[in-house]
């Protein structure tokens, strides 16, 4: 019992309820659905015990299985790695660079963000992945990378032997016109076992098939975005925090040279930041190496002056005309604002008529703001933003920025 309880803890029964979410739940069921039918079929299709090749082929699939369930497993219990509450750097003249976090009570370190759904400050965090329910930042960006690639090398494995069981079932049955595509499987089928592919096993493995192939293609397109961010010792974000670092220059003329602190020079040495032979990343996630031409707080210099810029143009306010319920996809407010509403796990707000709201981006049909709240609930570090139809609400004609201004401060 003293064994168990040294491996099921409060905090590991935590962690467990991450499971508990559409995310897991889906892509548990794509892995489970076609790592059964891909062993029922192989069964089928070229049997593991009469043949070296079918024990090869069956131990690889295996293998993929256990691979991406490790790996999918550790991407989302071991986490990201957070930003201790109520952390500061040491050099207290180094605040003056750094984003406060009203809602860690902390500063937020290089290269650290806050997520609004993990509600904590990530360490080198890439993005909120809904599939494994947790964010992906510096502690398992590996092991999530990882499964990225392993998940469609399996899929194509388990696509391969579903195709193959379909057309040697099929064509030891139905003629369709095969006389001329033929494939000598005799080495392959030297012992047939006693398992019928009825039309229910068709219908299985041909949806299996679907998933398989989706897969491939979907989750090898996120590894390819993956790679080339961590080849650039980038993360998802921060490739957008350079992209408006030069549209910011550019608008402004100012005539900067910004270079991304952290590409090392070569793709080989970024690699080494994220993959290791331990499976645990370089670094502490608080302090970086950096390129020579820049210092630990180059990003977090030109992040303060993003804030800024959009704060200047985000002084265009909003007054709800129509109460809204914050509604994912409201059908009350038309067909359009129904079917074009935003394809993300951002928050809706609710607004009530009279509420003013500061937009900072949008749609035709959706927009995207911080509502102003009063000095009571600024103080206790409450924000409310997120998406509204832009059809409850209208730009004000009068200038309100100064009155409005400490009540709008960036502090996520």
């Known amino acids: 019992m003293n064994f168990l309880s040294t491996f099921v803890t409060f905090q590991n029964l935590h962690e467990v309820r991450r499971l508990c979410h559409w995310g897991p739940v889906i892509a548990l069921s794509v892995i489970a659905i076609c790592s059964t039918m891909a062993i029922l079929d192989s069964?089928?299709?070229?049997?593991?015990?009469?043949?070296?090749g079918g024990?090869?082929?069956?131990?690889?699939?295996?293998?993929?299985?256990?691979?991406?369930?490790?790996?999918?497993?550790n991407a989302m219990f071991v986490g990201p790695g957070y930003i201790p509450l109520g952390w500061k750097p040491e050099n207290q003249q180094d605040?003056?660079?750094?984003?406060?976090?009203?809602?860690?009570?902390?500063?937020?370190?290089?290269?650290?963000h806050h997520c609004r759904k993990c509600n904590r400050c990530v360490m080198?965090?890439?993005?909120?992945?809904?599939?494994?329910?947790?964010?992906?930042?510096?502690?398992?960006?590996?092991?999530?990378?990882?499964?990225l690639l392993l998940a469609p090398m399996g899929c194509s494995h388990a696509a391969i032997i579903f195709i193959m069981t379909m057309y040697t079932?099929?064509?030891?049955?139905?003629?369709?016109?095969?006389?001329?595509?033929?494939?000598?499987?005799?080495?392959v089928r030297q012992f047939q076992p006693l398992m019928p592919f009825s039309v229910p096993a068709f219908a299985a493995t041909l949806f299996a098939l679907g998933l398989a192939l989706g897969t491939t293609i979907a989750v090898g397109m996120l590894f390819f975005i993956q790679m080339k961010v961590i080849l650039r010792n980038k993360t998802s974000i921060e490739s957008w925090i350079e992209e408006k670092a030069k549209d910011r220059i550019q608008h402004y003329q100012t005539g900067?040279?910004?270079?991304f602190p952290y590409d090392l020079g070569t793709r080989w040495l970024n690699f080494k930041q994220v993959f290791t032979w331990s499976g645990t990343p370089k670094g502490d996630g608080i302090e970086w190496p950096v390129h020579p031409k820049c210092h630990q707080h180059t990003l977090t210099i030109e992040q303060l002056k993003q804030k800024a810029d959009k704060r200047v143009r985000s002084q265009v306010q909003y007054r709800a005309v129509e109460d809204y319920n914050g509604?994912?996809?409201?059908?009350?407010?038309?067909l359009q604002t129904f079917f074009r509403t935003p394809c993300t796990e951002e928050p809706r707000i609710p607004l009530n008529k009279g509420d003013t709201i500061l937009a900072t981006r949008g749609t035709k049909w959706w927009m995207y703001g911080d509502k102003v709240l009063n000095e009571e609930h600024i103080t206790v570090g409450e924000r409310v933003r997120g998406w509204f139809p832009r059809r409850c609400v209208e730009k004000c004609h009068y200038d309100t920025a100064a009155s409005d201004s400490t009540s709008v401060k960036k502090v996520n």
């Open 327 to 334: 509604a994912c996809c409201p059908i009350s407010k038309g």
């Open 55 to 73: 024990s090869i082929n069956f131990i690889m699939l295996l293998n993929w299985s256990v691979l991406i369930l490790y790996n999918y497993f």
């Open 95 to 112: 605040t003056q660079y750094l984003q406060y976090c009203r809602v860690c009570q902390g500063y937020k370190s290089p290269r650290s």
């Open 43 to 52: 069964i089928i299709w070229y049997w593991p015990l009469d043949t070296t």
């Open 124 to 147: 080198k965090m890439d993005h909120h992945c809904p599939w494994i329910n947790n964010c992906c930042g510096h502690l398992n960006h590996a092991y999530f990378t990882s499964f």
């Open 169 to 187: 079932q099929l064509y030891e049955r139905i003629s369709f016109g095969w006389s001329t595509v033929k494939i000598d499987m005799s080495a």
């Open 256 to 259: 900067e040279d910004f270079t």
